[in-house]
């Protein structure tokens, strides 16, 4: 009895304490927010008490490029391999936890989002997610339906194009 006993303890220690550890780690890194919750309501409140003239000179969300510092992004006539590759190792180091391509995760399946979203939509999502999801209609739907904000990690705009030109090598197949 005592050693059937031992084996289911062994068991929990090899098998569920592991887990539950990935998982615990996953869920802060996945629920991590890049700021201050406080800052986060104060944003939203004064959002919602911008007359209509300030949201009338916001930049718009509808025109398909999203919110954020990018107006436009020049792709060139091919893919940039270098930056291409540059952008992988950004990817592998800050978006794999929650992005896969062919498979939706944590967030969005992430295959073919170069042809389904503007470059600028694509680069402002990764630069500034925090006001995309308040902003954005298309970024306010995804949040709606995968149920969790994407944290910010404070790319630069070369890191952001980087990624941008290592999605356009991946595309939905």
Known sequence: ?????????????????????????????????????????????????????????????????????????DLGTGIDQALADKGKAVFESKCTACHKFGDRYVGPDLAGVTERRKPEWVMNMVLNPEEMVQQDPTAKELLGEFMTQMPNQNLTEEEARAVLEYFRTQTKK
């Open 1 to 73: 009895m005592k050693k059937h006993i031992l084996n289911h303890q062994n068991l929990f220690r090899k098998k569920c304490l592991p887990l539950g550890f990935a998982l615990g780690c996953f869920f802060l890194v996945s629920c991590s927010s890049g700021g201050n919750e406080n800052n986060a309501q104060n944003d939203q409140e004064s959002a919602s008490t911008e007359s209509p003239a300030a949201t009338a000179n916001a930049p718009a969300a509808d025109e398909g490029k999203g919110v954020g510092p990018v107006k436009t992004v």
